[in-house]
């Protein structure tokens, strides 16, 4: 069993930066497939980043890459999301996810979910 915490979100202006924390918590946290997710209020939930149990193999979105980075520290049991150069349709609840076995975009996928923090991105 694994439970994920995330942290980190809240009201950003257009074109700054937050930092998302998700801290997961079992003996073997550290050895799955790690995934951020967002969904926007009325729309599905979409991928946004992933990135294995032994990094540095990280996979984006088109929509964010080369302005969100995904990282981990085994160490701490934790993967953040670093999202630079915010944008208005970046603004969703943002959810880290867990998975066993090999890197899927598919949230359907995935084992375990966190609660989700919002992002809110004001113009």
């Known amino acids: 069993q694994v439970q994920l915490v995330e942290s980190g979100g809240g009201l950003v202006q257009a074109g700054g930066s937050v930092r998302l924390s998700c801290a997961a918590s079992?003996?073997?946290?550290?050895?799955?497939?790690m995934g951020w997710f967002r969904q926007a209020a009325g729309k599905e939930r979409e991928f946004v980043a992933g990135?294995?149990?032994?990094?540095?193999?990280?996979y984006y979105a088109d929509s964010v890459k080369g302005r969100f980075t995904i990282s981990r520290d085994n160490a701490k049991n934790t993967v953040y999301l670093q999202m630079n150069g915010l944008k208005p349709e970046d603004m969703a609840v943002y959810y880290c996810?867990?998975?066993?076995?090999?890197?899927?975009?598919?949230?359907?996928?995935?084992?375990?979910w966190g609660q989700g923090t919002q992002v809110t991105v004001s113009s």
């Open positions: 990135i294995l149990s032994s990094a540095p193999s990280t």
């Open positions: 079992g003996r073997t946290a550290s050895s799955y497939v």
């Open positions: 996810a867990a998975k066993r076995g090999g890197f899927s975009r598919g949230p359907g996928v995935y084992d375990y």
